[in-house]
T-cell receptor, first 117, second 110 residues
Framework: DTGVSQDPRHKITKRGQNVTFRCDPISEHNRLYWYRQTLGQGPEFLTYFQNEAQLEKSRLLSDRFSAERPKGSFSTLEIQRTEQGDSAMYLC???????????????FGSGTQLSVL | LAKTTQPISMDSYEGQEVNITCSHNNIATNDYITWYQQFPSQGPRFIIQGYKTKVTNEVASLFIPADRKSSTLSLPRVSLSDTAVYYCLADAGNNRKLIWGLGTSLAVNP
């Protein structure tokens, strides 16, 4: 049990609908990441928060994607006007950031599996 | 960020020791080497991390030679439950930019 929880575990939606996922990180972790993973591939970075500030967003991320982390606690990832290509596992991870230290360890949730029909 | 190369797949049998080697020829001075394990339909799980020489924990050992251009994850006496994908990453704290690659798919047979 890593302590990072994601909700829902599975989401089936129709193309064009909006979806929102939630991530609750380990409580003392100040860093939060969102990744996307498709079958047979490694996780792909989407965006990163330190506390409530969204410090980085992948250039590959469409403007249909938005993420928030109000008050530096839980985070939400919203996808607007979903497309079939958005079907993937969406993973959230958290860590305790210590500046540029190279020994940071990520703790992942179980992910939200999105299927866009 | 150091790009890593590892075998796509490996096969083993229960009770054997498994060694998965990862190459990271352009590793930087500040990069650490970290290994994660992932089961189907779950997020990756941290296994072990090291900078040089040898690191051992209750799950695995990590061997890193002096030039740090490669590393070897050693899993002692694997069981069926060790069947998973194993990712090797070399990073200097920039987890947001990590390139995970395809990992090594380990199949442990009875």
């Amino acid at each position: 049990d890593t302590g990072v929880s994601q909700d829902p575990r599975h989401k089936i939606t129709k193309r064009g609908q909006n979806v929102t996922f939630r991530c609750d990180p380990i409580s003392e972790h100040n860093r939060l990441y969102w990744y996307r993973q498709t079958l047979g591939q490694g996780p792909e970075f989407l965006t990163y928060f330190q506390n409530e500030a969204q410090l980085e967003k992948s250039r590959l991320l469409s403007d249909r994607f938005s993420a928030e982390r109000p008050k530096g606690s839980f985070s939400t990832l919203e996808i607007q006007r979903t497309e079939q290509g958005d079907s993937a596992m969406y993973l959230c991870a958290s860590s305790v950031g210590t500046g540029g230290a190279g020994n940071e360890k990520l703790f992942f949730g179980s992910g939200t599996q999105l299927s866009v029909l | 960020l150091a790009k890593t190369t590892q075998p796509i797949s490996m096969d083993s049998y229960e009770g054997q020791e498994v060694n998965i080697t990862c190459s990271h020829n352009n590793i930087a001075t500040n990069d650490y080497i970290t290994w994660y394990q992932q089961f189907p339909s779950q997020g990756p799980r941290f296994i072990i991390q090291g900078y040089k020489t040898k690191v051992t924990n209750e799950v695995a050992s990590l061997f890193i030679p002096a030039d740090r251009k490669s590393s070897t994850l050693s899993l002692p006496r694997v069981s069926l439950s060790d069947t998973a994908v194993y990712y090797c990453l070399a990073d200097a704290g920039n987890n947001r930019k990590l390139i995970w690659g395809l990992g090594t798919s380990l199949a442990v047979n009875p």
